[in-house]
């Protein structure tokens, strides 16, 4: 029967006269009708009815709308006319659609850190260390995964920068003498999973170079470098790590958690090809990968 000019504006009407003498109701669908009958049905009996609902305007802007029917009483005192006041809400659905995206991500980023946490444990405390020995290997493993988070945070979870993440093993790993490490690459990003286990592969080859590589004396480096190859059908990612200058390298007896992780997570997960050889000279290890891979969120 009637339309205020605030309902005409927010509506996107051009001419109410088509309107008049229509059906309110119908203006809603789907689930929302439902909703806007039922509060139809209480103000009749002298409540108020509230619902929300989804209705574009007359243009075609899609609007959420948090609507009130309240009723109005003729001279009986009975419920006369029926009065509707909506108010636009659009802008808090959409804060609630990213808030509810924004959990699902997060549930599904914590129950794969937890994973990654429940490997490395495992792995760690499985073996012939002691207690002490697996605890300081495991607190040393978490700090270089919360560090690979850290790094992950401030990109929001999108790419972060592969210097980033070697920066932060060279600075773990030098020991205050940055000339330890000479690193050298282009700008590449990786995705959240390649970060977190190129951060776990440099934290154990950082470890082992601080044990028994070339970090074990003064006058031992590493050299780390990359590059990306475009010749063939598609981009590949080149990571390099040589330590030179160390003492002489054996290799090793036993095959550890470290040198597992180091030949498996980015080779199976990444459809890699790694290698990590114990050279007389220094220690290297090589990563040939295609770069969509490390990319994936």
């Known amino acids: 029967q009637f339309v205020s ?14 309107m008049m003498g229509a059906e309110w109701a119908k203006v809603w669908g789907g689930d929302d009708r439902v909703a806007a009958q039922a509060a139809i049905a209480a103000a009749r009996t002298g409540g108020t009815g509230r619902f929300q609902g989804f ?3 007359l243009k075609g802007q899609p609007k959420w709308w948090d609507v009130i029917i309240t009723p109005v009483a003729g001279e009986d005192g009975t419920p006369a006319r029926l009065v509707s006041a909506g108010r636009d809400i659009t802008k808090l659905k959409e804060a609630e659609e990213r808030s509810g995206l924004l959990m699902e991500e997060l549930t599904h980023r ?12 495992t792995q760690t405390l499985n073996g012939n260390k002691t207690y002490a020995e697996a605890s300081k ?4 493993r978490l700090h270089a995964l919360a560090d690979a988070h850290d790094a992950l945070v401030k990109t929001n979870w999108t790419a972060t920068p592969v210097r980033v993440v070697v920066d932060n093993a060279a600075r773990l790993h030098a020991n205050g003498d940055p000339k330890r490490f000479h690193i050298e690459g282009p700008d590449v990003t990786l995705g959240p999973r390649g970060v977190l286990s190129l951060a776990l592969v440099l934290h154990e080859l950082g470890t ?3 044990k028994y590589g070339a970090l074990s004396t003064a006058a031992g480096r590493v050299d780390v470098s990359w590059k990306l190859d475009d010749a063939g059908e598609e981009p590949r990612f080149h990571f390099d790590w040589q330590e030179l200058d160390g003492p002489p390298v054996a290799t090793p007896t036993r095959i550890g958690f470290g040198t597992r992780l180091i030949q498996q997570s980015l080779g199976t997960d990444f459809d890699a090809v790694v ?4 050279r007389p000279d220094g220690v290297i290890f090589s990563i040939d990968a295609p770069l969509r891979a490390l990319q994936r969120a």
Do not use: F
Request: aromatic share 2%; net charge negative; hydrophobic share 50%.
């Open 5 to 18: 000019p605030g309902g005409i504006e927010a509506m996107e009407i051009e001419d109410v006269a088509p």
């Open 137 to 140: 290997a495991l607190t040393h």
């Open 208 to 210: 082992n170079a601080v």
């Open 275 to 278: 290698d990590l050889a114990y």
């Open 110 to 121: 914590v129950k794969n850190t937890l994973a990654v946490v429940s490997a490395i444990a």
């Open 55 to 57: 209705c574009p305007t």
